[in-house]
């Protein structure tokens, strides 16, 4: 149970991550003619090759991150349903041995 909640919570990171990554390049794109102006998110020569380029890595981040925080709900979905059958069992458990005494403890 403790175990899952683990894994959510990095999965939640990596989501972070992941759509913070994908906001970089949808955002952020800087392609200059100067060889000494530091060109950022360009890959080829054209500006509209490169716009293209960073949609489809900024999609491929986004549905990176939303599947890594679905899969994060999903953990603590998981975790709550066990600890809930976890906590039937106990109760269960503790009414057979009340039940099996002649009188109940006060």
Do not use: W
Not at 7 to 19: E, K, N, R
Not at 21 to 35: E, I, R
Request: aromatic share 12%.
């Amino acid at each position: 149970m403790k175990v899952l909640r683990v894994v959510a919570v990095l999965l939640f990171i990596v989501a972070g991550i992941m759509l913070y990554k994908g906001y970089d390049k949808m955002t952020n794109y800087t392609n200059s003619d100067s060889y000494y102006v530091k060109n950022h998110n360009a890959y080829v020569g054209g500006d509209a090759y490169n716009y293209i380029i960073n949609g489809t890595y900024s999609t491929a981040f986004f549905v990176l991150g939303a599947g890594s925080a679905i899969s994060a709900f999903i953990c603590i979905g998981i975790s709550m349903i066990i600890g809930t059958l976890e906590k039937k069992t106990s109760d269960k458990v503790q009414l057979e041995t009340v039940s099996s005494n002649e009188l109940p403890p006060l």
